[in-house]
T-cell receptor
């Protein structure tokens, strides 16, 4: 069965520190992979997506993600976190009608 | 501006009321979605429309009734709701690729409270 797992319910990092949010997926074919961000009181916004090609994908707001087929992972990274990055982050696989979302990881940023 | 708008942003209703949520997309997409987002639970897909035809219904209670009069507008009609229906209701749209690969564009949501 297709699924997405985000192992961390919440993560706290200091402002200026690096960030990595984990995502593991189970999918029958070559996956379409996405990361979305949701700020408080808002809908989800696409950060980046992977369809094929280069396994390191650049997104908006300084985020990047790396697709590792051997580990079935698509982890999101940012070298230096800003206080405005505090939000909930969702990994998703599939796209369109077939989108499956992970449960989300809440990011807290401390000064 | 995401190109997907939702009204109202907040709604408080009693269990016997009837209300409707509205979603409008300005992106020229052909597919629209309703999601329910409850605290500490994953996003729940409720309904999917493609070119105004409902293509997926994930066993949602009949007290939720969707309507899609055209590819730009989507409604969710609510009646005799329960307190556990209190949640953030998100509308989304995508280009419409049934085999996947489409990113979705989300509205800001309607925060619904059922008393």
């Amino acid at each position: 069965a297709q699924s997405v797992t985000q192992p961390d319910i919440h993560i706290t990092v200091s402002e200026g520190a690096s960030l990595e949010l984990r995502c593991n997926y189970s999918y029958g074919a070559t996956p379409y992979l996405f990361w979305y961000v949701q700020s408080p009181g808002q809908g989800l916004q696409l950060l980046l997506k992977y369809f094929s090609g280069d396994t390191l994908v650049q997104g908006i707001k300084g985020f990047e993600a790396e697709f590792k087929r051997s580990q079935s992972s698509f982890n999101l990274r940012k070298p230096s976190v800003h206080w405005s990055d505090a939000a909930e982050y969702f990994c998703a696989v599939g796209g369109g009608f077939k989108t499956i979302f992970g449960a989300g990881t809440r990011l807290f940023v401390k000064a | 501006e995401t190109g997907v708008t939702q009204t109202p942003r907040h709604l408080v209703m009693g269990m016997t009321n009837k209300k409707s949520l509205k979603c409008e997309q300005h992106l020229g997409h052909n597919a629209m979605y309703w999601y329910k987002q409850s605290a500490k639970k994953p996003l729940e897909l409720m309904f999917v429309y493609s070119l105004e035809e409902r293509v997926e219904n994930n066993s949602v209670p009949s007290r939720f009734s969707p309507e899609c009069p055209n590819s730009s507008h989507l409604f969710l009609h609510l009646h005799t709701l329960q307190p556990e229906d209190s949640a953030l209701y998100l509308c989304a749209s995508s280009q419409d690729r049934r085999q996947g690969g489409d990113e979705q564009f989300f509205g800001p949501g309607t925060r619904l409270t059922v008393l």
